[in-house]
């Protein structure tokens, strides 16, 4: 009867431990939005970190196309599973030390399941997977469909100050240190020669200034003081 007794307490321990182990995936669905500013989980969209479309089984550092993986990762020789996949969410310096990847770690081990269910679900095409995702949330938009008020016509700095004219027939007065300019040449970015500014900064202050590719920057941006 003991032995009997053990076996069934053995069967109950190891069920809870399946359970538990099982991720959700509407859960973890929702706590992905937490990762969404740096990753995409649609096939080669890759924002600041790689997409993790496929990355169910896959090796690490090895999405097509994107170029900014650390040496750590690429030879790490990781692949990404859920036991892989567990400790990397927990702590990605601790698993690959000189990571650049810049992440605190969850540390709920339910959390860790969850996300992990989500990602298997997308890669196994379970899961529907979103688009781009930037700052709390909110859809990248398409810059190549930028309205009046964000086509730029002419930029031109004097000192520390940038006026951009738009093709709304505005002009707006920025402090370089306020400006961001940059290049996107994903398929959401600006056409080429049409920068577009996107405003920022809860005061209306702060702007991005975003071309199709660098070389357009010194060919667009000319000095002029009245």
Known sequence: MRRAANIAGAIVFASTGLAFAAGDVNRGAQLYRQCAACHSVTPSEHLTGPSLAHIWNRRAASAEDFRRYSDALKSSGLVWNEATLDKWLA??????????????????????????AYLRAVAEGKAEAGGAMKGMGGQRIDLKNAPPAGQVKSVRYCADTYTIETADGSAQKIWEFNLRIKPDSSKLGPLPGKPVVLGAGMRGDRASLVFARPAEISEFIKAACP
Request: negative net charge; charged residues 25%; glycine residues 8%.
């Open 91 to 116: 702590d990605p310096e601790k698993l690959v030390p000189g990571t650049s990847m810049t992440f605190p770690g969850l540390k709920d081990t339910q959390q860790r399941q969850d996300v992990i």
